[in-house]
């Protein structure tokens, strides 16, 4: 009885250790999102408009201006930028994205796939780990990115994606990454990156007349790399948010499991405890007894 209390007596302190990581954890997660979410919900209007304008320019544009970054072609090679976090403890956060990105080449680019022309850039450690293990044909150039995040080394990956894509060595680049809502909500998507997707008019709809200012093609050279790098600064933001929410969420979950744990612990304990005393008290009764006879 005495072995099966010390071994109860362990696990409740195996059990307090867990917590009190855990409960770490989701605190330095919780400061961690505070600043991340500040990031992404500042930088979010701004994309969306920039992209949004984009859109319209290149659906508006004159035939004659030449727009590489735009050109649709038959998609024979693809590249996704898959992005992840670099370390685990965030629930299924990064499981979610690589099945997202397998989802996105299952039901798009199974062809392209079987052929060797699907290469994925990753931006994280754990979609690159599990996506090699799944025989994709990975890079890991930028995938350390979020060692130091900011807007310059985004804008390297970016810039490389565009020279790739205009050298024709990609037809179409694909983002897979998690958009932020809130700390206990993700939303898994799949997201054009390029060619510069065109805004589809609606029927009757008049085109847009702009002015433009320098000249359209000059406006339109200078434009488009500056908001690609910031959609692509934009998305890896919101995988930082996500990230710290889940990780948050998880740790949550799991202090909360470790309480369930220690009650029922506890009370096993308490119930082994009672029945050696009881048992204790037998024999010194029955001892007696004993003697007395």
Known sequence: MGAQLKEVRNRIKSVQSTQQITKAMK???AAKLRKAQDAILQMRPYSQKLQEMLSNI?????GNVEMKLAEERAVEKVLL???TSDRGLCGAYNANIVKQAKAVVEEKY?????????????????GWESLTKSGYNTDATFKDIYLHLNFENV??????????FENKEFDAVELIYSEFKNAATQQFKAEQFLPIPKVTSKAGAKKADFIF??????LIAELMP???NTQLYKAVLDGNASEHGA??????????NANELLKSLKLSYNRARQAAITTELTEIVSGAAALEG
């Open 27 to 29: 605190m330095v997660s």
């Open 81 to 83: 930028i898959v992005i």
């Open 213 to 218: 200012e320098p000249a359209q093609d000059v």
């Open 247 to 256: 990780r948050m969420t998880a740790m949550d979950k799991a202090s909360e």
């Open 226 to 228: 500056k908001i690609l």
């Open 155 to 164: 804008q390297a990956a970016a810039v490389a994606a565009m020279k790739a």
């Open 110 to 126: 199974s062809s392209q796939f079987a052929k060797g022309n699907v290469a994925v850039w990753n931006i994280g450690k754990k």
């Open 58 to 62: 290149v659906s508006n544009a004159d």
